[in-house]
């Protein structure tokens, strides 16, 4: 199975900041990823997939980027509502697997 | 407007069974495979398995074989989870979620919580 290791596990961050999650893939899943947002008690969001695709509906402040091993979530500029914790998941082959999960905090 | 609507939460005792229902609605249900992962608590997402809106036929992860068993009815748009002889590690919550396209899942049941507990 691909393993997936998001960095940092957790950030602490204050509206308006740029905030940046990592995600690597153990073997080269060339651009099949996918981030979600997950809010406490809610089923996770779609935000991302095939690495920098914007899901419908998903404000433009999320955006993603890279291919191979090495991914990026960025937040532009955080907002209250993005105080979640975000996922990334390879969907390049079976089994999908998730990162381990980054948490936005409240800095 | 795509809907999954899970069933709702269940306690059981260690040795029962748990059937989870997924109604969707919005689209052609037999358009798209419906994938299972489970949540525990405070933990992250995890991968069960799917089944084929189509054919029914289902596929499970690695550690979801014998014990949980995926089913459709089609008439109503609802896929089924159902796990047998239930541990307390078996308590989680259990979402529903759509695959329009290669391995990405844009729509979530609310998820199902499943608590397994004498």
């Known amino acids: 199975d691909i393993q997936m290791t998001q960095s940092p596990s957790s950030v602490s961050a204050s509206v308006g900041d740029r905030v940046t999650i990592t995600c690597r893939a153990s073997q080269n899943i060339t651009s099949w990823l996918a981030w979600y947002q997950q809010r406490p008690g809610k089923a996770p969001n779609l935000l991302i997939y095939?690495?920098?695709s914007l899901q419908s509906g998903v404000p433009s402040r999320f955006s993603g980027s890279g291919s191979g091993t090495d991914f990026t979530l960025t937040i532009s500029s955080l907002q209250p509502e993005d105080f979640a914790t975000y996922y990334c998941?390879?969907?390049?082959?079976?089994?999908?697997?998730f990162g381990q999960g980054t948490k936005v905090e409240v800095k | 407007q795509v809907h999954l609507v899970q069933s709702g939460s269940e306690l059981k005792k260690p040795g029962a069974s748990v059937k989870v229902s997924c109604k969707a609605s919005g689209y052609t249900f037999t358009t798209y495979a419906m994938f299972w992962v489970r949540q525990a608590p405070g933990q992250g997402l995890e991968y069960m398995g799917w089944i084929n809106t189509n054919t029914g036929n289902p596929t499970y992860a690695q550690g979801f074989t014998g014990r949980f068993v995926f089913s459709l009815d089609t008439s109503v748009s609802t896929a089924y989870l159902q796990v047998s002889s239930l541990k307390a590690e078996d308590s989680a919550v259990y979402y529903c979620?759509?695959?329009?396209?290669?391995?990405?899942?844009?729509?979530w049941g609310q998820g199902t919580l499943v608590t397994v507990s004498s």
């Open positions: 095939a690495a920098s």
């Open positions: 998941q390879q969907a390049n082959s079976f089994p999908p697997t």
């Open positions: 979620a759509r695959e329009p396209f290669r391995l990405s899942f844009d729509y």
